[in-house]
């Protein structure tokens, strides 16, 4: 510092004294009796106009001065006045990340400096956020050149649906992926949210294309709500219309399989139970029967994937089941299919993806937990059916799309025929995969 002090004085102490000068004239100038002198014109045009050059370079370097102490005393890095045009967006990061949906959208209403500096951190990072916070990320994203009003509707749609709604939307969609249905990430656009603003798979569900290896479509899995609270799926028609929190099959049995009805005492309120009559005809296609052969879905989602492994099934094809379903008392072994057929119908027994849980009017409860992933290269289930009247066998079944392994008999074992699922199964049914798989006794 007293290297710059003594490289400043001298500069500085010719200053004060031209500016000492300059104030003493300007006072003599001020007082006196400009009539009697007799000033010509341009001698005061031209003494204005030097007033007014100097005081911009006055202006100038007190600019300069105050930059140069801001920029010692703060080690910045460039010197230069803070507008309110020039917010910093770290800390407007800061911000955003701990506020509430309601918070920003008063952020947004406020000054456009303001909203000017939200926009790009929003599209930037608060929207990545919420996509990765809802465990869809590489499953959903949003059209890049949408406007800024659809970037906060597509967060607060992110942000409102919650790991859970959203969480169940990417299984779907995965389930989905695997049989060849849609390619993953969807992109949502503008269009999307102008028409579905609120629920998630409504966003989503036109892109799942349920076509045939002929090319032919047979419709997706676009939901269409009404006026009245109607949904419909597949076919905005009538008779395609599904119900949400219906009334349960035979509510009044007097033992239910389940102890408790699963699907009131797990119950999701953004995956609510849902009815539906709709079943897939070889040669008609999508159809639907009467409310009495129609089922229950635990929840939406046990829907949207039991409808897209149906079509994989019937109209696609390439599965094969377990020759013989193998029924086997619930408490043999430990109780093991006690606790699977007893546990939350909405998760996924250990080493499965997915699960499925329906029930039917007649009195037959079922569940299905999808054995592989969307990294395998073919895929497998395993069904466990109740019929009626019989609450204590469970029906089990496995279904498969593994190529049967090479140089095995078409009549031996289903084990050594697809020994990557039987691997999968034996790791699900723990102690009573020796009865499912191999014939042992219970």
């Known amino acids: 510092m007293t290297a710059i002090r003594e490289q400043l004085l001298p500069r500085v102490q010719v200053y004060r004294l031209k500016q000492a000068q300059v104030n003493s004239c300007i006072d003599q100038l001020l007082w006196m009796d400009t009539a009697a002198a007799a000033m010509a014109p341009l001698m005061v045009a031209k003494v204005s106009r030097q007033f007014a050059a100097v005081s911009d370079l006055l202006a100038e370097l007190a600019d300069t001065i105050n930059s140069t102490i801001a920029l010692t005393r703060h080690s910045r890095t460039q010197a230069r006045l803070l507008h309110i045009s020039d ?27 303001i909203r000017n500096a939200l926009r790009p951190i929003v599209r930037r990072l608060r929207l990545p956020k919420a996509i990765e916070r809802a465990r869809v990320g590489g499953v959903v994203q949003f059209d890049d050149q949408l406007s800024h009003g659809d970037v906060m509707k597509a967060m607060w749609v992110m942000e409102e649906g919650g790991e859970g709604g959203w969480g169940e939307v990417g299984d779907t969609l995965s389930v989905a992926e695997h049989c060849g249905y849609c390619q993953l990430p969807v992109t949502v656009g503008a269009a999307d949210l102008q028409t579905h603003a609120t629920k998630a798979w409504m966003l989503v569900g036109r892109y799942v294309a349920l076509r045939r290896p002929t090319g032919q479509h047979d419709g997706t899995l676009e939901l269409f709500r009404h006026n009245n609270n109607e949904v419909r799926i597949i076919r905005n028609e009538p008779n395609f219309t599904i119900t949400l929190n219906p009334p349960l099959p035979l509510p009044s049995r007097p033992v239910h399989p389940f102890s408790q009805h699963p699907f009131t005492h797990h119950a999701k309120t953004h995956d609510p139970p849902v009815r539906s009559c709709l079943v897939w005809q070889n040669g008609v296609g999508w159809a639907t029967v009467g409310a009495n052969n129609g089922l229950v879905y635990a929840s939406a989602s046990s829907m949207l994937k039991r409808l897209v492994l149906r ?44 699960v499925m849980a329906y029930e039917c009017a007649s009195g037959w409860c079922g569940q299905a937990h999808r054995l592989t992933s969307s990294d395998d290269p073919f895929i497998s289930w395993i069904f466990f059916i109740i ?46 995969a020796a009865i499912v798989l191999d014939g042992q006794a219970p």
């Not at 917010?87 to 400096?113: E, G, H, Q």
């Not at 020759?323 to 119908?345: A, C, E, F």
């Open 311 to 354: 079509h994989r099934l019937l109209a696609v094809g390439g599965f094969i089941d377990s020759p013989t379903t193998v029924v086997v008392d619930r408490s043999v072994r430990g109780g093991h299919l006690d606790r699977i057929m007893t546990q939350s119908q909405h998760a996924p027994l250990n080493g499965c993806s997915h």
């Open 87 to 113: 917010i910093p967006a770290s800390p407007m990061s800061v911000i955003l990340a701990l506020s509430d949906l309601t918070t920003v959208s008063n952020l947004k209403s406020t000054a456009r400096p």
């Open 387 to 432: 019929q009626p009247g019989n609450n204590q066998d469970v029906h089990v079944t496995i279904r498969t799309s593994e190529a049967p392994a090479a140089g095995v008999p078409h009549d031996a074992p289903f084990t050594q025929r697809f020994p990557r699922t039987a691997a999968k199964v034996r790791r699900v049914l723990g102690p009573t």
